[in-house]
């Protein structure tokens, strides 16, 4: 007697940001469209699926699981970091690179999930997710960093036609040689646009204010230092990733000039940029 | 009267920035600027020397004070840094670490 089997056809995607590819499983096609069109321009191949070091198996509830706007809980149990929001649960073992998701068909719960992730993983690898923007111009990046309201979403509208977004709210920076490299997210804030998915080294950091004129003035390292914490996205308090972060941070105003960049909302402030 | 001695806290990280020292807790991620005789204590915080010493040696000469008053406020600052958990008080020596797993510089 032939065995009975109820095989649920498996579906899944890669997303690559920062090159690092997160392969996604899921057993609903409508949400593998939905992850499809929400991270377009960030899709990995299978080619090379060994790659993909990290692997989450989503599964889907309805009704929604909760509030998106609850805190979030970041903790590492036993090996297992298990994540949570209103809106989701998660875990995720890094050993053996596998994980899942809960949560319902929208994608603001996942893309919560991947912020989550990377910002651990960059901890380990001498890299940052900041709440910034950031852009290319002349083949190096200028990150724009300051709390919301601040002007990150205002200087990414602004910027001309030969600077290249690669995020109006979260940057992605790693270490690379003597510097770091940004990254293009699709990590998106109030201009709801991609990124490009390119990188360049990053050559400024401004710390964004909002003022009756243009102008950059220097910033004292100590000042440096402490803005650019202000403003890592870090939700893990477990104390090695916290050292971790501390030092990043520490390399990067030693390595990255950090000034003051007061602006007026009109395009004339990329004249002091590039 | 019993002598104190003061360590830095290994687990928290520290760096000094153009004269700044910058301490994060480990505990619930505070960032700490230190000014400048938190400073003097905080380097000179290696467990075996007792507080009265580096007083006498470190603070005293810094800011002209009397040694008493400086000991005494030095003694205040100590405990309140160690309410903080970025350092260590004791009535006797605080054996370190070979190899600190903190990021103290």
Known sequence: ?274 | MSRLYVARNPRVAARNLDGEMMIMSGRDSTLFTLNKTATILWQAADGSTPLDEIVARRICPEFEISPEVALRDAETLARDLAAREIMQVSEQPIPQPSFPSGAAR
């Open chain 1, 1 to 274: 007697m032939p065995e009975l089997t109820a095989e649920v056809d498996r579906l899944s995607l890669v997303i690559e940001v920062g090159q690092m590819p997160v392969r996604v499983n899921t057993t609903d096609p409508a949400f593998l469209n939905l992850l499809q069109d929400r991270y377009a321009g960030f899709l990995g191949s299978f080619e090379r699926p060994s790659d993909s070091a990290i692997e989450f198996d989503v599964e889907l509830c309805t009704p929604p699981v909760g509030d998106p706007d609850a805190d979030v809980s970041v903790k590492y149990c036993h090996g297992i970091w298990k994540l949570g929001r209103g809106d989701f649960l998660a875990e995720w073992n890094p050993a053996a690179g596998r994980g899942r998701i809960r949560q319902s068909r929208n994608p603001h719960s996942i893309d919560a999930v991947l912020r989550i992730v990377h910002s651990l993983v960059l901890a380990k690898e001498g890299g940052l997710l900041l709440h910034s923007a950031s852009a290319v111009r002349d083949g190096r990046a200028f990150l724009f960093a300051g709390v919301s309201g601040a002007g990150k979403t205002t200087i990414s509208r602004l910027a001309p036609s030969d600077a290249t977004l690669l995020t109006d709210e979260i940057s992605y920076v790693r270490r690379h040689g003597d510097g770091y490299t940004a990254f293009g997210t699709p990590f998106t804030g109030e201009l709801a646009k991609l990124g490009e998915n390119i990188s360049a080294p990053v050559a400024a950091l401004y710390l964004l204010a909002q003022g009756t004129e243009n102008r950059i003035e220097p910033v004292s390292p100590g000042e440096a230092f402490r803005s650019l914490l202000s403003n890592v996205l870090f939700f893990a308090e477990e104390q090695d990733l916290v050292q971790s972060i501390f030092s990043v941070a520490f390399d990067f105003v030693s390595r990255v000039p950090v000034s003051r960049l007061t602006f007026l909302p009109d395009t004339r402030i990329w004249e002091l940029i590039g």
